[in-house]
Every structure is written in structure tokens, then in C-alpha cells.
């Protein structure tokens, strides 16, 4: 028997997987509405003043999602020693920070491409759009070994669990 | 794929899957995994559940599907 005892949140496998998919969803959205919303720092002036909303909302909901998925059993397993999980366990683990490393390096890139051809789609990158990217990046990145673990583990495991 | 006859051993020696994974170092849910061939085992697991059931690895695990049971059991059956 492995040494791994439950520490966190024993969530359904089904129920964190949404509550993941609805973070990414929650924060990359908040992100997108502020990176459209013109003179960002004060929008107030541009009659865009609602977008504030549900760009709250979105922001909020999306850091409770990422306490809920950091205080969840599959983070504790995801951030595991390899003595304390099985052969299984290990494989899964590792594939999921190696999905979570492709995740981060692909919105790197995303960032990199807003950045250099934003301009063009009249997306004016202010500092406050960097600092929520960062902090969307940061957040993901670490929810993302997981929720990709959550992904990728098939719903039965659960009944034996 | 790997197939495996895990199950089929098991059950004949009662045991059930926190034993067995007891037995050979594991979480309960790797030997549901081995089971239902969503996971094939490094040759150091194989070799200890073969222990485990005191059978060689040929008899516990194959490239090829085993033949059913009943399909076995039948030509004797028929002799008999």
C-alpha cells in the first residue's frame, strides 16, 4: 500500500473537472473582457462602466475556483513526493505537469503574439492587462498538474477509491 | 495492450483489491486499472503480482486476449 493518506477536499472526479474547466473558463474570460475594454484603467469614461461586472464576477469566481482546486485530494497527489505514490500514480502525475508546462508555454505564447500584434485588433496592452495576465497565468499554472490530473483520470477509479 | 487474468486469480484466492494491493505495494486503484487493462504494469509490478499468485507471468499476463474460461472448460466437459 502507498504511504499517500487524504489530506484535502475528496470532491467527485466529475464535479472537479467542472470546477477546473470553469476557472480556466472564469479567468481567462475576466482577462478578455479587460483586454477589450478601451482606456482600461478608467473605463468608466468609454460608457463601458458594466463590463466592470462581470469581469468581477468572473475574477471572483475564478479565484474560488483555484482555492477549491488547490485544497482538493488531487492537488495533495499532484504535489506528492514519488515515494508516496505508485507506479500509476507517478506516470499520471508527471504526464499531468508535463500537460501543465505545454498549457503555460502555449499561453506564453498567446501572451507574447497579443503583445506584438495587439495593436492591430485595438487591443491596447496596459499594464494592468500584463498584471492580469500574469496573475491568470500564475493561478492556472498552478491549479493546472491538478486539474489536468482530474482530466485524465477515468471516472470509475473514484468507486474504488 | 496487455491482457491479464488479475481479476480471474483473484477472485479464485477471495481477495480483495486492497489486499492484493497491499500485498504488492499499490493503491487499491492501480489494481482497478490493471484489471480493466486501462494500465499495463512495469515488469518489476507484473513479476510481483506473478509472486503473489505463485503463477509465472506468461499464465497472469499476455499480448494476446485469454481464451474464456467456459471456452476452456468445454472440450472436457463434452469428454466427460
Known sequence: MTKRKHHGLNLRIPVLRAIFIATLIGLWGALAIKCFLPGADDPADTGLAWLLVPHGILTIGGLIGVGVMLWSDFSFVAQSADAELDERELAARNRAHYLTLRYVLCAVLLGWCVLEFGDRFGIEVSREIIVQFLMVLGFTGIIGPAGFLALQTERNAEEES | MVHNRIALFRAERQMSRKDLAELVGVNPQTIGFLERGSYSPSVELALK??????????????????????DQLAPRREGT
Request: charged content about 10%; aromatic content about 14%.
Open chain 2, 49 to 70: 503480482l506473478a509472486a503473489v499468485f505463485r503463477v509465472s507471468v506468461h499464465q497472469l499476463f499476455s499480448l494476446e486476449p485469454f481464451p474464456p474460461l467456459a
